[in-house]
């Protein structure tokens, strides 16, 4: 069955970087699309960034853009979240999803915070 994996938030001060991970299993990774979702306390959830399979097109929710990069390793079955300047409103649980397949993974606290 599809499984999806997070991995790599936790605590970090304004400015500072995390990377997250979500490795990815019961597919054929590179024939998807991948997204990362994230759902701030008291919020919505919402789309961060979304990345083909062919990584030939790349988008980003505007608040992260310039700071956030979504790439994969096709090999790895493994799709990543680079966050770089990160900053309070970042706070958040942070999924990733394959909208092909209609599955989330359990998601990654990310907290930033002074």
């Known amino acids: 069955q599809v499984q999806l994996v997070e991995s790599g938030g936790g605590l970090v001060q304004p400015g500072g970087s995390l990377r997250l991970s979500c490795v990815a299993s019961g597919f054929t990774f590179s024939n998807y699309a991948m997204r990362w979702y994230r759902q701030p306390p008291g919020k919505e959830r919402e789309l961060v960034a979304a990345?083909?399979?062919?990584?030939?097109?790349?988008t980003y929710r505007d608040s992260v853009k310039g700071r956030f990069i979504i790439s994969r390793d096709n090999v790895k079955y493994t799709v990543y979240l680079q966050m770089n300047n990160l900053k309070p409103e970042d706070t958040a649980v942070y999924y990733c999803?394959?909208?092909?397949?209609?599955?989330w993974g359990q998601g990654t606290q990310v907290t930033v915070s002074s």
């Open positions: 999803f394959v909208p092909g397949l209609n599955s």
């Open positions: 990345i083909s399979g062919a990584t030939s097109s790349i």
